[in-house]
């Protein structure tokens, strides 16, 4: 069995167990195994195989009774424990945990009291107006239902970016050093930076393209080699992940990266600007009407051929970017080295995991020059959030971390406030006034109607306290869609109001998305590029919101987090 496959082995009994009821530190137990399976470096087996259940100890997240059942499971290919948990709760019950905002609960009642067993049955219950009448459902939750079971048909299977760049960043690395390689570079939608990928494409220029594919496919993580030539191979690894890789002669490698890089549609109309010069495009090398051929290199010596500068690769998806290169009109695109702070972070005062004091220790360690402590409201109770009496207290320990910090770092006290559903927010406008910064985000009632939800946007815009609207969809990458929200509406209102929209750099979210922040930027909506920090490893997420900006054709003059703090605090007092 590979590590995927026993992952997925200790995710089903975590799941079956949620369905039973069982105490929450027995599952918890099951995922953390899980996941530490999934994220393991090495192959299982063979740490097995070197030393037993001693070794397995050492797996993160393994204790005595996991390693037991791994090796159960590596020896015999089943787990007792597992059969025997089917016995009281039937595997395909797991299956209806995929459905968004579905809790085990529900599942094991509509299992007990209907017999339902699968997601097809679920939706016949739904359709037939079963579900409303038993205990904590009713007509609106049927109705949930449905459009949860209508959202699943709609996901494409591919991961969010978040979860497979880290590994992808890890491979690269080690291609590098494979012997002969010249040039190594990812390619497709993960070199893009879309917010979901698929497979892990990856391009490699060398002298000697079997002797590096050979290589690649025996790595150790790699689990099975799904297909081998003399310039491409295909692996799993053992996480579950996987990837191809194209292995070309260094002078064709700038044509085969940006072929390999795309988009689709990025290519063809390149192809097109070929043909009109009498050339020929493909991922070999530009073939000229004699039957001779211009090789390239770089993707640079692509692109001016056809007589472009570079084009940034997060850019490539033919939404007008080659007609602005023709004209030199392509947009300076913001980086990460231009953001100057991070406006919205928690902390120990509500589900943030360090204080105010080592959030700021870390942003200045990153040289950032502003934050913004930006805590929950009282709304969310699972979250410990903020009342106005709270928001005092807290503002004296800000005050003590203003005066650790000094001139190195501006800390400004403000609050993410709820936007409860009948369009009014958590907190009274005078606790809000005293704030220096408040972002209102939507959390709860996702799946009121297009109407009601954008109004509840409008209305947060139109508060004079509110700056910034936090991940304006709350989508949740790969699981939950985003609210239905006429976006006309909603710009229109961010334009007229002056509010800036918040690209949330968390790779669940990247909310506000590429396209709708293209769509900001052009109207002259100002954009804030948050991390919407737990804990400050999770400042690291800045580059994924980059990343989706620079997807957005935003520059460094639309965003108020990298704007000098005195101009950010003069935006925020007009």
Partial sequence: MTNKELADVFALVADLLEIRGEVIYKTLAYRK??????????DVNDIWKQGGIKALLEIPGVGKAIAEKIDELLAT?????????????????????????????????????????????LKEAAEAGKLRDLPGM???????ILAGIESLGRRSGRLPLGSVLPFAEELLAVIHKLPGVKAAEMAGSLRRMRATVGDIDLIVGAEQPEAVIAAFVALPNVARVLGQGTVKSSVEFHNGMRAQLWVHRPERYGTALQYATGSKDHNVRLREMALDKGLSLSDQAFLKEDGSELLCATEEEVYAVLGLPYISPELREDRGEVQAALKGALPKLVTTEDIQGDLHMHTTWSDGQMSILQMAEAARQRGYKVIAITDHSPSLGLVNGLTPERLQEQRKEIEKARKK????LLILHGIEVDMRADTTLDLPDEALAELDIVIASLHISMRQSRAQVTDRLLAAMHN????????????????????????DAVLKAAAETGTALEINANPRRLDLDDVQARRAVEMGIKLAINTDAHHSDHMDFLSYG????????????????????????????S
């Fill in 77 to 121: 290919g089943q787990l007792q424990f597992l059969e025997k948990l089917k016995q009281d709760v039937p595997a395909e019950l797991a299956e209806l945990l995929q459905i968004p905002d579905l809790g085990p609960k529900k599942v094991g009642m509509f299992y007990k009291e209907l017999g339902v067993l699968s997601i097809a049955q």
């Fill in 464 to 487: 004079p306290h509110v700056d910034i609207i936090g991940h304006p969809s709350n989508r949740n990458l790969p699981d939950r869609e985003g609210a239905d929200l006429d976006w």
């Fill in 405 to 408: 910090m000094g001139d190195s």
């Fill in 138 to 144: 009713g007509e609106k939750s049927e109705i949930k």
């Fill in 33 to 42: 195994a899980s996941e530490s399976l999934t994220g393991l470096g090495r």
């Fill in 546 to 573: 980059v990343a989706t900006a620079r997807r957005g054709w935003v520059t460094a003059k639309d965003v108020i987090n990298a704007w000098d703090p005195k101009d950010l605090l003069a935006w925020l007092k």
